[in-house]
């Protein structure tokens, strides 16, 4: 039998500057490490990818 394949998820947050997206990007990236063990959490941003951009 085969192993079902689980695939990921993609999550966007959107919002206008300063109404804390990059606060609960960290909530909810922490959240879904403690959720699912031994799954990969990748949280980015974009554009750019640092705090300047």
Do not use: D, H, W, Y
Not at 19 to 38: D, H, I, V, Y
């Amino acid at each position: 039998m085969k192993k079902k394949e689980n695939k990921g998820f993609f999550i966007s947050l959107e919002g206008g500057e300063g109404c804390g997206k990059s606060t609960q990007l960290n909530l909810l990236a922490e959240a879904l490490r403690t959720m699912f063990p031994g799954r990969e959490v990748i949280a980015t941003r974009s554009p750019g990818g640092t705090a300047v951009a």
